[in-house]
């Protein structure tokens, strides 16, 4: 299988950098896989869970939104957030969810939409970390 680069950058760290045989990407419109020779392309990512494969290996990193450019020079992901389920705190990631819930009663209009949304992913962040398909 062809390889190319893969760059995953958040304001704390450069998360990932290595050839990949593919990214699996959370976007906004909907999850897209990248392989080599993927046309060319900016998305906007949604908190999810990004894999990148390579060697038969997967990896599994969090992602809390950002921006993904695939190019001729390989796929970057710049992330808000890039947390490798290793690095994870469950009980962390928890209190946070129980946090924004808890603050839903502050917001309306758009802003309550908004806030809904992102605890969406949060939670679907959690219950995919609960299940046994990560492996």
Excluded at 33 to 42: D, F, K, N, S, T
Excluded at 70 to 83: I, R
Aim: charged share 25%; hydrophobic share 40%; glycine share 8%.
């Amino acid at each position: 299988m062809a390889t190319f680069h893969f760059d995953l950058v958040s304001p704390e760290k450069l998360a990932f950098s290595g050839d990949v045989d593919q990214v699996d990407v959370p976007g906004v419109e909907g999850d897209f896989g990248v392989l080599a020779g993927h046309a060319p392309i900016v998305a906007v990512i949604r908190p999810g869970i990004l894999t990148v494969s390579s060697g038969g290996t997967r990896q599994k990193i969090i992602v809390l939104g950002g921006l993904a450019e695939m190019s001729d020079k390989g796929l970057t992901v710049l992330a808000d957030v890039a947390t490798s389920l290793e690095e994870l705190d469950h009980a962390q990631f928890a209190d946070r969810i129980s946090e924004m819930e808890s603050k839903l009663s502050e917001k309306e209009g758009t802003a309550l939409d908004h806030a809904i949304e992102r605890l969406d992913h949060y939670k679907s962040i959690q219950h995919q970390l609960n299940t046994t398909a990560l492996h």
